[in-house]
């Protein structure tokens, strides 16, 4: 069994800064995509970012030339800078990660950002 493990979320206010960073516990754990998602309250989970192992990131529109995702293969991990952060990114963020077809999450980690 492998966990993801989160950290960085917080409190920040409109036009700050956070990093997320989620780590696998099995280094040698190989995942076909890794990324991120969010949930706000009242609201479905919704992709952030992904990438597929040896790919490029995908972003939701929402994002877009704000946020960046990146993967350390060395380490297993995702990263999420995020960056002129706005009310609307106020969200529990969670780390996915895929591996032939199954699904691995970690347990979410909240992001604020006050106006």
């Known amino acids: 069994q492998v966990q993801l493990v989160e950290s960085g979320g917080g409190l920040v206010q409109t036009g700050g800064s956070l990093r997320l960073s989620c780590a696998a516990s099995r280094r040698t754990f190989s995942f076909d995509a890794m990324g991120w998602y969010r949930q706000a309250p009242g609201n479905q989970r919704e992709l952030v970012a992904r990438i597929m192992r040896g790919g490029s990131p995908n972003y939701a529109d929402s994002v877009k030339g704000r946020f960046t995702c990146s993967r350390d293969y060395a380490k297993n991990t995702v990263y999420l800078q995020m960056d002129s952060l706005e009310p609307e990114d106020t969200a529990v963020y969670f780390c996915?990660?895929?591996?032939?077809?199954?699904?691995?999450w970690g347990q979410g980690t909240q992001v604020t950002v006050s106006s």
């Open positions: 996915n990660a895929v591996k032939s077809g199954l699904n691995f």
